[in-house]
Antibody, heavy 122, light 110 residues
């Protein structure tokens, strides 16, 4: 079964750090771009970051640039999101999602992890 | 404030047809495909429509998508109680090198 299983969410204090993980199975992990998308409580979806299959190219939303780092370990089929200098505005459910390339050349996020809650509060 | 604009809510009775709109600009919808996601509260989003109007395997054909210029829409015909959920449109934003989403539309089946 193709799936992404997430872990790492927690309650942390402002200014602290946290690392999220996303373990892939059922597909060739290293062949896909993987993304992080977050959803603040009661709000919509917001893209956070992406990483290319080999890990050499990454992009970030302006709201997290310089604080978050996306990385991957293809030998362990695992994606990471290192989050530093966390603030209350980072409180959200974080999802990892696979980017799949369709026949017409377009990409869509087709497989999503179950989500993990990050709460930043004192 | 989301980059893509959706109505916050929509509703219909069982069997009816409902449409949800999504408006963007030339740098996002105008130059990229639109995708639609369904999210039941407390669960992860599920891909419903990709590439403007293509249904992944397992998605019923009473769901359809379309795009014209800088707008897109999702149509659900033969509305069922299990369609009650939040629906999000999404597309690639070239300037951001990232995904942009609509604010979501809460669909209520009356």
């Amino acid at each position: 079964e193709v799936q992404l299983v997430q872990s790492g969410g927690a309650l942390v204090q402002p200014g602290e750090s946290l690392r999220l993980s996303c373990a892939a199975s059922g597909f060739t992990f290293s062949s896909y771009w993987i993304h992080w998308v977050r959803q603040a409580p009661g709000k919509g979806l917001a893209w956070v970051s992406r990483i290319e299959g080999a890990g050499s190219t990454t992009n970030y939303a302006d709201s997290v640039k310089g604080r978050f780092t996306i990385s991957r370990d293809n030998a362990k089929n695992t994606l990471f999101l290192q989050m530093n200098s966390l603030s209350a505005e980072d409180t959200a459910v974080y999802y990892c999602a696979r980017s799949f390339r369709y026949f017409d050349g377009t990409y869509a996020l087709d497989i999503w992890g179950q989500g993990t809650l990050v709460t930043v509060s004192s | 404030q989301s980059v893509l604009t959706q109505p916050p809510s929509a509703s219909g009775t069982p069997g009816q047809r409902v449409t949800i709109s999504c408006s963007g600009s030339s740098s996002n919808i105008g130059s990229n495909s639109v995708h639609w996601y369904q999210q039941v509260p407390g669960t992860a989003p599920k891909l419903l429509i990709h590439s403007n109007n293509q249904r992944p395997s397992g998605v019923p054909d009473r769901l359809s998508g379309s795009k014209s210029g800088t707008s897109a829409s999702l149509a659900i015909s033969g509305l069922q109680s299990e369609d009650e959920a939040d629906y999000y449109c999404a597309t690639w934003e070239d300037s951001l090198k990232g995904w942009v989403f609509g604010g979501g539309t809460k669909l209520t089946v009356l």
